[in-house]
């Protein structure tokens, strides 16, 4: 019996990258899985599929129609979807920064609304956002992408306080640098990506990058019974780098021995 056996989930954004993994995983676990996505999956997961923008409120309440009339209850909201934008403040683009706060924090608020009275009504659910470790601390390079995933962690936490009574669980998840179609169009394409890929990993005490599965095994977790005592959280995915003020690679102490 698998952690997700014959719950309905809804995987919004899952069309690549975590959230892929994250709907393969919860459909190997048991889950009912639909992607909802502006783009299609590029590969057949036998996952239904339905394709909106998910900052539009309509075609968010139409998806929770169509979800609640198909399968009748929801068990679980995965909230994976959002784009980077990477500007020190001085330079960024005032609509640049409306486009990153619909895409990142509109449609997690969207689709929580939409969801919730269901939630409510079977008074049970677990809801998992995506935030960052740019959801945590303040980074210089994407100042407005970090605002966004702070604003992810609030409505999580006001989710997870408000419904708890309820049986509602909300979690978020906290990556550091995992390797995905997003994080590749992220470097700057000046430079060798094998470079830039070595310079983030000596920030990670794990020394390496994440791969979309090792996020995808969290939301699950967060997502299942097994994390029935988890809520309000975030929890970071991050090869040990929130854990410590320096980069990763100067916690070695192989050179004092
Ligand atoms: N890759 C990383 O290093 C990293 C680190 C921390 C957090 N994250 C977060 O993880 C999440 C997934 O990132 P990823 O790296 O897999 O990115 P990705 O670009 O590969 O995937 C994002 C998905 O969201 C979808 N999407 C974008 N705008 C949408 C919209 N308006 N409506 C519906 N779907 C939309 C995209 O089509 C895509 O399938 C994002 O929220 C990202 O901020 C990523």
Redesign the pocket.
Known sequence: MGKLQDKVAVV?????????ATAKLMMLEGAVVTI????EPGEDTGASFHG????DVGAVDELADLVLRQHGRIDVLYN?????YSAQIPDSDPEEFDRVMR??VK?HYLTSRAFLPAMIGQESGSMVF?????GIAGRPTDPV?NAS?HAVTGLMRSIAVAYAHLGIRANAV??????????R?ALPNSQNVDDLMGALTANIPLAR??Q?EE?ASVVVFLASEEASYVTGHVIPVDGGRMAGVMPGNRYRTDHLN
Do not use: F
Request: glycine residues 14%; negative net charge.
């Open positions: 919004v954004g899952g069309a690549r990258g975590i959230g892929l909802a996505d502006i783009l909106l923008d998910a900052s994976n979807l959002g784009i980077h895409i990142n449609s995506m935030s960052s470790h740019g992408y995933k906290a990556p550091g640098a995992v390797d995905t179609p997003m994080l169009a990058i994440a979309p996020v």
